[in-house]
């Protein structure tokens, strides 16, 4: 890499959350397990596009650090 250029930062925050409810277009409205139950918009992680969803499931969110209002649903919660 040049020198003076950082390398692109990929943190990611992993959170628990719950389905709301399913929206257009293969997103889901999921509502975080934190002390403010924000409520996000999410679509599905690539590997798991074929995974099927219901309102109430427990799932893992996971956060990008700059907009913490969409999410990728990782995996169902057990």
């Avoid at 003076?4 to 992993?14: A, D, I, K, Q, V």
């Avoid at 934190?34 to 798991?48: F, L, P």
């Amino acid at each position: 890499m040049p020198e003076g250029r950082e390398e692109p930062r990929s943190e990611t925050l992993e959170v628990n959350g719950r389905v709301v409810e399913s929206l257009p277009n293969a997103l889901f409205r999921v509502e975080l397990e934190t002390e403010k139950r924000q409520q996000i918009t999410a679509h599905v992680s690539g590997g798991s596009s074929l995974l099927r969803l219901l309102p109430g499931e427990p799932v893992v969110v996971e956060l990008m650090a700059y907009d913490l209002g969409r999410g990728r649903i990782v995996r169902r919660r057990s």
